[in-house]
């Protein structure tokens, strides 16, 4: 039983590292790919305010967006994975 709980632990502390990784990669890449799409078609006469304000925008939208909820994938699988393996083993 303790095992157990040491494995639950220490996998809880290991997928949250997992998934700040990848949640600040992930928003890392979708402010790069607005700042990207604002230096390739800027607006006519719209300064670094408006520059901030979209790329802003953009990210407001991320924050709601299916891919930032997607990310919590990263907590589901491997504990689905962890007790079917559990399962299958201690029950055949």
Known sequence: MIALIRLALF??????????LVSVY????????LERRWDEYPPEGQGNAERSAYIEAGMRD????????????????????????V???NYQ
Do not use: H, N, Q
């Open 11 to 20: 996998g809880f502390i290991g997928l949250s590292v997992i998934y700040f």
């Open 26 to 33: 992930s928003r890392s890449v979708r402010r790069e790919k």
């Open 62 to 85: 991320y924050e709601k967006g299916l891919r930032k909820k997607l990310i919590w994938l990263v907590y589901v699988i491997p504990m689905i994975v962890v007790a079917v393996t």
């Open 87 to 89: 399962y299958l083993v």
